[in-house]
């Protein structure tokens, strides 16, 4: 189901209470480029110093596990069919949140797809000029990340043509790991940003919650603010397409393109943005966002009902009222 590529939609608010008289906090801010986006990181500096060296190693680990950009890392050998490749903790443990979350979305969320999406001139890959009934057939058979199975440290596919691409959780996990390093050194006020995908802990200077923005989907290539929310030791990623919309030369209805793993061909979803947020790892609210967009507004909303875990804000486009909001009752918004 899933297929569109990821817009990263949040920016980092500096809005700081001008009636607030307490002196700040002494923070240190690293920022730089990485998983082909920037990034930022902002924390205390407690009783120990972080250095860009200390994030450019956690980099250049998580590349060599997980880069599907970088020829020789251990998940690009496993994409060209090695079977020696014995995989890092980091790899184990994003292929099992990818797991949890592909059977808690009934294959919403499917690291599998992108030969499909390559395919259909969605993704980054190379498109097939003549989608036929055959052919979608013939590629369908190597979607299903139940297909695929780790043991004793290395990846078997059911099919070796199956295509694993981490992509839409990786660089939530790069946050996560990020995080988990500063936390290491005994630093517990910090918000990390990889490409829009945010893991907060604790304070800002000013002693308040990190507040994060949502952007207004304007379709005329304008940017503005849609709300703010408070994020108090949490996770925030959003996805979305709104920028790569569809329209209906009929109903001149906007839509976003996504590809159904049952079928292998392209649906349409009203779905236009979708932000979560819970007390989890980035990488899953990351995974969450990228399995909505594909499960479309009706089933997330059914979703989200049986998780009370997950906070969300969803825009959509409806026939009526144009451009539309949801938000779920346990998300407090801020004008």
């Not at 817009?7 to 906090?25: H, Q």
């Not at 304070?203 to 849609?226: H, L, M």
């Not at 393109?257 to 649906?267: A, E, K, L, R, V």
């Not at 594909?294 to 009526?320: P, Q």
């Amino acid at each position: 189901i899933f297929g569109m590529k990821k817009m990263f939609l949040l920016f980092v608010l500096a809005m700081l209470s001008s009636c607030d008289k307490e002196p700040e906090m002494p923070y240190q801010r690293i920022e730089g480029v990485a998983f082909g986006t920037s990034f930022h990181i902002t924390f205390d500096e407690g009783k120990a110093k972080v250095s860009e060296a200390d994030i450019d190693s956690l980099i250049r680990v998580m590349n060599k596990s997980l880069s599907t950009y970088i020829p020789d890392s251990d998940i690009s050998m496993i994409n060209k069919g090695d079977t020696t490749v014995v995989v890092d903790a980091l790899f184990e443990e994003v292929f099992y949140k990818s797991a949890k979350i592909y059977k808690e979305t009934e294959g919403a969320f499917d690291p599998t797809i992108g030969t499909l999406v390559n395919a259909w001139g969605f993704g980054p890959g190379n498109s097939v000029a003549q989608m036929e009934q055959r052919k979608v057939d013939s590629l369908l058979v190597f979607v299903g990340f139940d297909q695929i199975q780790l043991e004793n440290g290395k990846i078997i596919k059911k099919h070796p043509e199956t295509y694993l691409d981490f992509n839409a959780n990786a660089k939530g996990f790069a946050v996560d790991l990020m995080g988990r390093f500063l936390e290491s050194q005994e630093i517990r006020n910090y918000l990390i940003e990889i490409g829009g995908e945010i893991r907060a802990r604790g304070v800002n200077p000013k002693k308040q919650p990190w507040r994060i923005a949502i952007e207004k989907p304007n379709f005329d290539g304008s940017r503005s603010f849609q709300t703010i929310i408070a994020l108090k030791n949490e996770s925030i990623a959003t996805s979305g397409n709104y920028r790569k919309f569809k329209i209906d030369s009929l109903s001149g209805e906007k839509y976003a393109h996504t590809i159904d793993t049952q079928t292998g061909y392209p649906s349409k979803s009203n779905l236009l943005s979708a932000s979560v947020i819970a007390s989890l790892d980035c990488a899953d609210v990351d995974a969450y966002a990228t399995a909505f967009m594909a499960m479309g507004l009706d089933k997330t909303k059914l979703f989200l009902e049986k998780h009370n875990e997950i906070k969300a804000f969803l825009i959509y486009t409806d026939t009526i009222d144009g451009l539309n909001t949801f938000t779920t009752e346990n998300l407090s918004l801020e004008e």
